[in-house]
């Protein structure tokens, strides 16, 4: 006969489930702390901690909320957001890509001079193809 093994996984992955639980933990304690198999110290140091962490948690949520609407509208302005490219008219991404342009026409022959423009440049060299046969 195989031996019976036993596993309660902890949510601590995901906070407002592990906070669901740490509640019903305390909530099945305050039924009846007379008959309850907790240590109540344990359980009153579990009900302080829940109670700073929580407005914590809630706090973070709405800075969450607030970074990710601020990260929506500088990737808008900077032209990198979902649905932009580089056509996307009134953006960093647009104007950059233009000025790109404008420079390796003016510096056709020496492109090392757009590194002075803080653009990475890459020379290299590629192989003609040979003819078939």
Not at 5 to 32: C, W, Y
Not at 41 to 63: F, I, N, W
Not at 91 to 107: A, D, S
């Amino acid at each position: 006969m195989a031996n019976r093994t036993v596993r309660v996984n902890l949510p601590i992955s995901d906070a407002d489930k592990f906070i669901m639980l740490i509640g019903a933990i305390i909530a099945k304690h305050e039924q009846d702390p007379a008959t309850s198999k907790l240590d109540p110290t344990e359980v009153a140091e579990l009900k302080t901690l829940l109670s700073v962490a929580k407005p914590y948690r809630e706090e973070a949520a709405k800075l969450r909320k607030e970074a990710q609407a601020a990260q929506e509208q500088y990737t808008l302005a900077l032209g990198i957001g979902k649905g932009q490219t580089s056509k996307t008219k009134g953006t960093c991404y647009n104007l950059v890509t233009r000025i790109r342009k404008r420079l390796l026409l003016e510096f056709e022959g020496n492109e090392e001079q757009l590194g002075t423009y803080g653009l990475q440049v890459v020379i290299g060299a590629s192989k003609t193809r040979a003819s078939k046969k």
